[in-house]
T-cell receptor, first 116, second 111 residues
Framework: SQTIHQWPATLVQPVGSPLSLECTVE??????LYWYRQAAGRGLQLLFY??????ISSEVPQNLSASRPQDRQFILSSKKLLLSDSGFYLC???????????????FGSGTRLTVV | RKEVEQDPGPFNVPEGATVAFNCTYS??????FFWYRQDCRKEPKLLMS???SGNEDGRFTAQLNRASQYISLLIRDSKLSDSATYLC????????????FGSGTRLLVRP
């Protein structure tokens, strides 16, 4: 069965420090991968998505970057965190070629980041 | 204008009540629609897909009105365990498949 792992679960980082969040998927090959952020009391905002190794698309300009060094690994990074980077970061995967209406994501359990 | 709009609530209802949530979307080319459930401080999980003809899963009924670009979720016989935030979600297809999430409607079911 397919599983998705995200870590760490919680993180407190000072302003200006670097960030690296990792997400890995098991039990599937060549998944679509996504990073979302949810600010407190807000909806999910798509940050990045990837359809393959080394292929990253950014949805919104921001202080963050993403990389996909391996097929089932997706990394979210920042060189210098801002206070506004605080939020709940969620990684998700979906099956390539899956068609509506059954298309859907499976989310990781998320990382709650607080920048202080 | 947001691509997916929902009433944030909260909807505060007694156990056993019937409650309905509505959602509107702006992109008429949207192909697929879903309801996700998110518990406090947890990741969202797929509740049900929304089919053009409407569909039911136990106490949950989803409806789609493409002409009005409107989606609904009806919960009958509410349980305490139904307390959560319900996210309306639309599939956007351009260079890839992407799910666009509404901000959610919060439901509180009281004893």
């Amino acid at each position: 069965s397919q599983t998705i792992h995200q870590w760490p679960a919680t993180l407190v980082q000072p302003v200006g420090s670097p960030l690296s969040l990792e997400c890995t998927v098991e039990g599937t090959s060549n998944p679509n991968l996504y990073w979302y952020r949810q600010a407190a009391g807000r909806g999910l905002q798509l940050l990045f998505y990837s359809v393959g190794i080394g292929q990253i698309s950014s949805e919104v300009p921001q202080n963050l970057s993403a990389s996909r060094p391996q097929d089932r690994q997706f990394i979210l990074s920042s060189k210098k965190l801002l206070l506004s980077d605080s939020g709940f970061y969620l990684c998700a995967w979906s099956v390539v070629g899956q068609r509506a209406p059954n298309y859907g994501y499976t989310f990781g359990s998320g990382t709650r980041l607080t920048v202080v | 204008r947001k691509e997916v709009e929902q009433d944030p609530g909260p909807f505060n209802v007694p156990e056993g009540a019937t409650v309905a949530f509505n959602c509107t979307y702006s992109n008429s080319a949207s192909q697929s629609f879903f309801w996700y459930r998110q518990d406090c401080r947890k990741e969202p999980k797929l509740l049900m897909s929304v089919y053009s003809s409407g569909n039911e899963d136990g106490r949950f009924t989803a409806q789609l009105n493409r002409a009005s670009q409107y989606i609904s979720l009806l919960i009958r016989d509410s349980k305490l365990s139904d307390s959560a935030t319900y996210l309306c979600v639309v599939l956007k297809v351009d260079s890839s498949y992407k799910l666009i999430f509404g901000s959610g409607t919060r439901l509180l079911v009281r004893p």
